[in-house]
């Protein structure tokens, strides 16, 4: 790889996120969940008027300028968490990635689609890691399409979740393209 094809900032990025979930796969369970009920509580005796975590979460926002989200809001399966991220960082066979910007924040602990739609930008991709996800053998993330504030949503797998967000972040290809091939249980794993 070259600087000139990003080869060599890719690289320092991956390594960079390595070193930080080799970090996070130190903590201890729950320790986010003590960490961040502390939190709360030092700021409401400052006088913070910090509410509940779903009114926390959409007072906070999302990221407006970094394209496609993959927002963390189950905190109680580290393990399966880091074998998402683990999923979605393995090039297909083509050699495709997601492009995502990884929002890992306890704010975002059990927030609904309608929190996440409400404090994101008018149009683009969320994708949630969220507990029916992590749940499952295959990891079907939520990918939320959001246009003009309204939301469309569709299971994917972390293996053709690139698909989607190349194609639908280049305008290569509609919503409807991958709604309409979805598996029987409303799951996107690719194109036949």
Known sequence: MSVEDGGVARAARDMAQRAHQERL????????????????????????????????????????????????????????????????????????????EIVEDLQWRDASVEDLVAAAPASGLIVVADAAALASAELPVLVVNVEDGVAEELRVTPAALWSIENNLSIANMDWEDFTAATGPDGVFRGFD
């Open 25 to 100: 796969a130190r903590v201890p369970p729950g320790w986010y969940e003590e960490q961040h009920r502390r939190d709360l509580e030092r700021l409401r005796s400052m006088g913070a008027g910090v509410g509940d975590d779903a009114a926390s979460a959409q007072g906070a926002g999302l990221p407006q300028d970094r394209g496609t989200l993959l927002v963390r809001t189950d905190f109680t399966r580290q393990d399966r968490w880091q074998a998402l991220l683990d999923a979605v960082r393995t090039p297909s066979e083509d050699d495709f990635l997601p492009a995502l």
